[in-house]
């Protein structure tokens, strides 16, 4: 069993995905099935990872903000807090450059601002485009399966196995509600407790993997530009069913650019 649970294949995609169903199926009735997302997450984590503090790594801080973005997303839904969401993209950019300030502190002061400038500029951007998708459950948890999937997949060709498995644990835990709301063929409310952790977790992890693997940045532009393609998706009046499928398209295609790029730049490179 315990040769099972260490799988990675378990830890970063089975585990989240059936964690992420059963917190959406049990914490749909109070509009919270946006506690989907993390609670995949922290699956993974409790398997791959630890929920330690010291020492205090940029793994262990991606974790950490996670779980803390998840409680602060959960607030923001249900106290309609308009002043702190629109400082989330300034928060979220800022709390990028803690997670990556003990690479950022080795490297030329050039190089650590237009390094940390990209990191803020991404995460930003990502907490932007997805807090835009937080009152569209089917949007944002489509937009949330490729972003996952995108980041885990580049993640791990870039060569960081426990980054990809945190990226692949976002992918899996949200298409588990993509699932449950084309099987019930209705939608669930998310909110932020949905849209901020995962734009958090995937945007700092798609940082470090660039930082400290082979990601290249040029992966992250297509990455970035997940939820700004699913939010400006149209959609005819279809069954959930089918719009959840006219939605994955673009999302789907810019994950897979996203991985092939890292592929493509990691194949150059001489070892």
């Given at each position: 069993?315990?040769?099972?649970?260490?799988h990675?294949?378990?830890?970063a995609?089975?585990?989240?995905?059936?964690a992420?169903?059963?917190?959406?199926?049990?914490?749909?009735?109070?509009?919270l099935?946006?506690?989907?997302?993390?609670?995949?997450?922290?699956a993974?984590?409790?398997?791959?990872?630890?929920?330690?503090?010291?020492?205090?790594?940029?793994?262990?801080?991606?974790?950490?903000?996670?779980?803390?973005?998840?409680?602060?997303?959960?607030?923001?839904?249900?106290?309609?807090?308009?002043?702190?969401?629109?400082?989330?993209?300034?928060?979220g950019g800022?709390?990028?450059?803690?997670?990556a300030?003990r690479?950022?502190?080795?490297?030329?002061?050039?190089?650590?601002?237009?390094?940390?400038?990209?990191?803020?500029?991404?995460?930003?951007?990502?907490i932007?485009g997805?807090?835009?998708?937080?009152?569209?459950?089917?949007?944002?948890?489509?937009?949330?399966?490729?972003?996952?999937?995108?980041?885990?997949?580049?993640?791990l060709?870039?060569?960081?196995?426990?980054?990809?498995q945190?990226?692949?644990?976002?992918?899996?835990?949200a298409?588990?509600?993509?699932?449950?709301?084309?099987?019930?063929?209705?939608t669930?409310?998310?909110?932020?407790?949905?849209?901020l952790?995962i734009?958090?977790?995937?945007?700092?992890?798609?940082?470090?993997?660039?930082?400290?693997?082979?990601?290249p940045?040029?992966?992250?532009?297509?990455?970035?530009?997940?939820?700004?393609a699913?939010?400006?998706?149209?959609?005819?009046?279809?069954?959930v069913?089918?719009?959840?499928?006219?939605?994955?398209?673009?999302?789907?295609?810019?994950?897979a650019?996203?991985?092939?790029?890292?592929?493509?730049?990691?194949?150059?490179v001489?070892?």
């Amino acid at each position: 069993m315990q040769e099972l649970l260490n799988h990675p294949a378990v830890q970063a995609g089975l585990a989240p995905f059936l964690a992420g169903l059963v917190a959406a199926g049990l914490f749909q009735r109070v509009k919270l099935s946006g506690l989907a997302l993390i609670a995949g997450f922290a699956a993974t984590v409790y398997l791959a990872s630890d929920f330690g503090i010291s020492p205090l790594t940029s793994s262990r801080k991606i974790i950490w903000l996670g779980l803390s973005s998840a409680a602060f997303g959960l607030l923001l839904s249900l106290v309609r807090l308009s002043v702190f969401a629109s400082l989330l993209p300034i928060l979220g950019g800022a709390a990028s450059i803690w997670v990556a300030l003990r690479i950022l502190q080795n490297q030329p002061p050039q190089i650590a601002l237009l390094w940390g400038a990209g990191c803020v500029a991404y995460v930003a951007t990502l907490i932007w485009g997805m807090d835009k998708l937080e009152t569209d459950s089917l949007r944002s948890a489509n937009a949330g399966t490729a972003l996952g999937f995108g980041t885990g997949g580049a993640a791990l060709v870039g060569a960081s196995a426990l980054l990809g498995q945190f990226g692949l644990a976002l992918g899996s835990a949200a298409a588990a509600l993509v699932l449950i709301q084309m099987i019930v063929n209705r939608t669930f409310a998310t909110g932020r407790l949905f849209t901020l952790p995962i734009a958090v977790i995937a945007g700092t992890t798609g940082c470090m993997a660039v930082l400290g693997a082979r990601l290249p940045w040029y992966a992250l532009t297509m990455l970035a530009m997940i939820p700004v393609a699913v939010r400006l998706m149209p959609l005819p009046v279809k069954s959930v069913r089918m719009q959840s499928l006219l939605l994955a398209l673009p999302g789907v295609l810019l994950a897979a650019g996203a991985v092939f790029a890292t592929w493509h730049s990691a194949g150059d490179v001489p070892y």
